[in-house]
């Protein structure tokens, strides 16, 4: 029988005693959001570098890249305020503001494996825009 490696450092296997409990957590938020009037939205996990490095220079050195098969560069993301700004610059350009989404999707990011991070999390959250800041 072949070695079954364990997952890498930075990740892990919910299994289903925690991932019942991790559901309900997440329908719960997906009731609060939607109930404030958040629409959700999901989008791919991956985008091209572009998109990233132009919402967010920071963002020029992504953790995992990856090539399609014309030679673009495309990224796991890292959090989901980039593609969402995304979403909005493409399908929401006429749209009258304020636009309230939400989303739970998946992240990924770089890590020190030493210090127990997580190379993929589970991420909740909403986002407004066209909203004057305090």
Same mark, same amino acid.
């Given at each position: 029988m072949s070695t079954i490696h364990p997952t890498p450092s930075g990740t892990r296997d919910v299994l289903p005693d925690e991932m019942r409990e991790l559901h309900a957590v997440v329908e719960s938020l997906r009731g609060v959001f939607g109930a404030r =009037?958040? =629409?959700e939205v999901r989008t791919p996990a991956l985008e091209y570098e572009q998109v990233l490095t132009r919402?967010?220079?920071?963002?020029?050195? @992504?953790?995992?890249?990856?090539?399609? &098969?014309?030679g673009n560069v495309l990224v796991l993301r890292s959090?989901?305020?980039?593609?969402?700004? !995304? %979403? %909005?610059?493409? !399908?929401?350009?006429?749209a009258d503001p304020p636009l309230r989404f939400c989303y739970v999707a998946h992240a990924y990011r770089s890590v020190r494996p030493q210090r127990g991070q997580d190379r993929e999390m589970l991420q909740a959250g909403? &986002? #407004? #825009? =066209? %909203?004057?800041? @305090?």
């Open positions: =009037g958040y =629409g919402g967010d220079p920071a963002a020029a050195d @992504p953790a995992y890249k990856l090539f399609d &098969e014309q959090d989901m305020t980039i593609p969402i700004a !995304r %979403v %909005v610059s493409s !399908r929401y350009a006429d909403i &986002e #407004v #825009v =066209g %909203v004057p800041g @305090p």
